[in-house]
């Protein structure tokens, strides 16, 4: 007899699709079979019974380095989460300049417990890179279950320059965690703004130009090499052009231990959603920003073809108001415009609907992108896959549900949805994070505070063996030991 069963449903794995109930006790999964009993049940007939999702990208209860607060805390973040199809989240940590990783960490501590509906974890951005974070802190934050750090290779406040970025990658290969970047080339962001400016273009479709896709290949092509250069694991997060998905691409297919993703905006819209009348196009404002339709093609091209492990909503949350879009004024020009776009409600659906029901994908890749290569390369073991002994983060989905979108029935804390009116079929119903209901039949049954910190793991690499240039190679740089 088990705490809940799962029953009747078709069950989907990143590797296998099978018919089984599914047996849980103390919120894992206990048992795969037929007519299973349980204390509790739920009849997941007609329905497809999946890995919840692990969201591992997006900005929660985090603020920029001028100031601005994203829309979602950790109540709203996650409960929006969980009616995506979310059992577990990994928004980010952010440091500051002058500020440490641990008083860092410890802040969002203080932000997210008590608040989450599913479980966390955070991913450390590093914008300070002082001698006693890369000596101390980073271990300590490792040490702490925080196995991921993110570097930006442009904004002023946020940037590291390429010296510290290759101690940072070095310090995470040192221990086992993943670096993840923003690359965009600051420099070309930068004169193209300025010159867009003086020429008196400010309105938000501006945007799009003032970040040219050269500037995402060229620090694309930089970062892959500095961590080349170490032999250091590396995610591209936010692949948003055709170019560097293929610099991702034949940085893998060089052995390199080099990942990439990218995001729904980039495959369902474009810059034309931009260029509306008055600031309505800061709401599709995000960074990198949306390309074009070509674009779309050849990202969806790299995902078939398997270029990218994940698939993130980029969820940065900016209400169109004084609070986030509007914070400075409504004639505020394109760079003072706060960069990014609420989605993580609508990441999953966009990707069954448009991808397995438009036969783009299988449901196996769809698995893959949204829960298990995440586990995989996050370090979390327990989740993303539907086997014994693992955590039952289970979502369960109705394929043939069609609605249309609208910001009324997003659970964020937004007053716009980039994706408004689209129709999408197969959603999802119900969602559990280690046994326990989040969403019921379209519900909340969680309380905030239900959900836990994951300490996470060190990354896998297996299948992805690297290789030491020359010149690092004691063998071939007469005998120094200049990295690990
Ligand atoms: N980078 C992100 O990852 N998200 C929002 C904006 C940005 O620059
Ligand atoms: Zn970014
Ligand atoms: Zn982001």
Redesign the pocket.
């Known amino acids: 007899m088990f705490d809940l069963v799962i029953s009747g449903g078709t069950v989907a794995t990143a590797a296998d699709t099978f018919r089984a109930d599914i047996g849980i006790t103390d919120g894992r999964i206990a048992a795969l079979g037929e007519g299973l009993e349980g204390a509790d049940s739920i009849d997941a007939g007609g329905r497809l019974v999946l890995p919840g999702g692990i969201e591992a ?1 997006c ?1 929660i209860a985090q603020e920029s380095a001028t100031g601005g607060m994203t829309s979602d805390d950790y109540r709203s973040g996650s409960i929006s989460a969980a009616f995506g199809g979310n059992s577990c989240f990994i928004p ?1 940590a952010a440091q500051h300049r002058g500020k440490g990783v641990t008083e860092t960490l410890d802040l969002y501590d203080s932000r997210a417990m008590g608040a989450s509906v599913i479980d966390w974890s955070y991913h450390l951005i590093v914008a300070d890179p002082t001698e006693t974070v890369l000596r101390d802190e980073l271990p300590a934050a490792f040490a702490r279950g925080i196995t991921s750090f ?1 570097v ?1 290779m ?2 002023d406040l946020m940037r590291v320059d390429d010296a510290q970025f290759l101690d940072i990658l070095t310090v995470a290969k040192t221990h086992g965690a993943l670096t993840m970047v ?1 690359a965009e080339n600051s420099g070309m962001i930068a004169w193209m703004t300025r010159r867009l400016l003086e020429a008196g273009h400010t309105a938000p479709r501006y945007h799009a130009p003032s970040h040219p896709a050269l500037a995402e290949s060229e620090a694309i092509n930089r970062a892959i090499s500095l961590a080349r250069l170490v032999d250091a694991p590396l995610l591209i ?2 692949v948003s052009t055709p170019e560097g998905a293929g610099l991702v691409h034949d940085a893998r297919l060089a052995g390199a231990k080099i990942f990439g993703e990218t995001c729904p905006q980039y495959l369902f819209l474009t810059r034309d959603d931009l260029d509306r009348p008055g600031m309505e196009g800061a709401k599709f404002m ?3 920003p949306l390309r074009d339709t070509a674009t779309q093609e050849a990202l969806w091209r790299h995902i078939q073809g398997g270029t990218f492990s994940l698939w993130s909503s ?1 969820h ?1 949350p900016y209400r169109f108001d004084d609070t986030g879009k509007l914070a400075k004024g409504t004639d505020a020009h394109f760079g003072q415009i706060a ?2 776009m609420p989605g993580i409600g609508l990441r999953l659906p966009l990707l069954f609907s448009e991808g397995v029901n438009k036969g783009r994908i299988t449901l196996q890749q769809f698995v893959a992108l949204s829960a298990s290569n995440a586990a995989r390369l996050y370090g979390l073991p327990q989740k993303g896959s539907i086997a014994i002994g693992m955590d039952a983060d289970i979502a369960i989905w109705n394929p043939q549900e069609t609605r249309t979108v609208t910001v009324k029935d997003q659970h964020d804390n937004m007053d716009y949805t980039p994706f408004e009116g689209r129709k999408l079929t197969g959603w999802p119903t119900t969602v559990l994070t280690r046994g326990r209901r989040v969403v019921e039949d379209g519900r909340l049954i969680a309380t905030p505070g239900d959900g836990r910190f994951v300490a996470r793991e060190r990354i896998d690499l297996t299948g992805h063996p690297g290789a030491t240039v020359p010149e690092l190679d004691p063998a071939t740089n007469f005998g120094v030991k200049v990295a690990p």
Do not use: A
Request: glycine letters at 6%.
């Open positions: 990208h900005h980010f993110k930006f442009t904004y923003h997060v936010h995000c960074s990198p980029d940065s960069n990014g």
